[in-house]
């Protein structure tokens, strides 16, 4: 009798336990997308000196979950760090920015340092890379240039695992009907001429000691990069194909899978995304002070005929705006909130 009190005693303190970490999530998680600038082949539809966010990115967070709110590259650095102080996680994004020197890779930096120290504080704070936002990730950990050419753009192919894989944070959870067809099947867009090469990596302490290495592939000339990465110690993950596409995306001019395998592939990494930013309590100030910083105050537009993404986010330097003011502006921007 002595033992069954015993036991029901611990079943309703783990039961206890367990509604806590429950409870201990955070419901509204939201997410920082990093914006860059627009390319050349956006100018027909941005004013001058806009950054940009392919909407495919935001859908990919929104679905599982969360919202989000644009780090907005061109902003001052100080107000760049409050408000990703005050996101649960941050999305570096795919995109054509230059590595250094750029308004993204200063953002980029500002993200990890934070997502570092907030870490080695005891505050879960996850970061997720995809294509150059992975680059980016593996340039500012490795403090070297660790980026090489690869033959590499619309590359689907089948993701070659590492032992690692079957127990990492990001694999572990997937079934194994998902985990054989990211094996066999084409199921991952590769859309870069640059790369991670196996070599580099395994050349570089920093970077072996900050992430595990869960899959590689060849490029067409046989040359193997990393393709999938997650922090050892710290919520850092890196895709450098593109899990967003397989849903959001639709250009004919890439080798998107957009089947009901790869779909669910994408919806995996998005569930477990946000469910890592869950996990981060960050707040803003005030539900004004969100709702003035979400993704839902800026225009989308649609790039159909100019830009893969189809539809992209556009942000106008702010700066930039109050200076100039001449006509060819003003049309633009009045083309563009005509949409
Ligand atoms: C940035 O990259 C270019 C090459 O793409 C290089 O010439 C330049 O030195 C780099 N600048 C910094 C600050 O690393
Ligand atoms: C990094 O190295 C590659 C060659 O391995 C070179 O093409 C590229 O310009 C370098 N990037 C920078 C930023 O120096
Ligand atoms: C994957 O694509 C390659 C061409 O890149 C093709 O040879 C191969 O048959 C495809 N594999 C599957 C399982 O569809
Ligand atoms: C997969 O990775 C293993 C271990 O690194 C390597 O030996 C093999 O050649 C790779 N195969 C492909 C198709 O990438
Ligand atoms: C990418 O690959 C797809 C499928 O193989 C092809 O239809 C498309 O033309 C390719 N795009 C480019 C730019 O070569
Ligand atoms: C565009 O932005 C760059 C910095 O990113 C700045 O140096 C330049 O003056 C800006 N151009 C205009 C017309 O504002």
Redesign the pocket.
Same mark, same amino acid.
């Given at each position: 009798m002595r033992n069954f009190v015993n036991l029901v005693q611990t079943a309703i303190f783990l039961i206890f336990i367990a509604c806590e970490i429950q409870s201990e999530l955070n419901l509204r998680p939201v997410l920082g997308i990093i914006t860059q @600038?627009t390319s050349e082949v956006f100018e027909p539809l941005v004013p001058?000196?806009s950054t940009y966010i392919a909407s495919s990115y935001v859908k990919f967070l929104e679905m599982a979950g969360a919202e989000v709110v644009p780090i907005i590259s $061109?902003w001052h650095k100080k107000r760049i760090e409050r408000v990703i102080r005050k996101v649960n996680g941050v999305l570096l994004p795919g995109g054509a920015a230059p590595f250094n020197e750029s308004?993204y890779w200063d953002a980029s930096v500002i993200a990890y340092k934070v997502a570092v120290e907030l870490n080695d504080k005891g505050v879960y704070y996850p970061l997720f890379g995809i294509c150059l936002g992975f680059e980016t990730l593996h340039e500012i950990i490795a403090e070297e240039n660790s980026t090489s050419f690869f033959d590499s753009e619309n590359l689907t192919i089948p993701l070659n695992f590492t032992q690692m894989a079957y127990k990492s944070r990001l694999f572990k959870d997937m079934s194994k009907e998902l985990m054989q067809s990211l094996l066999f099947d084409n199921i991952t867009l590769n859309m870069h001429k640059m790369g991670v090469s196996t070599k580099t990596f395994q050349n570089n302490e920093k970077l072996k000691r900050m992430f595990q290495v869960l899959s590689t592939n060849l490029d067409r000339d046989g040359r193997e990069f990393i393709s999938t990465v997650e922090g050892i110690k710290y919520p850092f993950y890196g895709t450098q194909w593109h899990p967003e596409k397989n849903i959001f995306e639709w250009t004919p001019f890439q080798a998107i899978n957009h089947g009901p395998t790869a779909v669910k592939v994408t919806q995996h990494f998005a569930n477990f995304f946000v469910n890592e930013a869950r996990r981060n309590k960050n707040k803003f100030a005030s539900e004004e002070e969100l709702e003035s910083l979400l993704i839902m105050n800026y225009k989308l537009i649609w790039g159909a005929g100019v830009s893969a993404f189809g539809q992209i986010y556009i942000f106008q330097?702010e $700066?930039?705006l109050k200076? @100039?003011k001449n006509k060819n502006l003003k049309k633009i921007n009045s083309r563009i909130d005509n949409k």
């Open positions: @600038k001058y000196n $061109t308004s330097d $700066t930039f200076i @100039k």
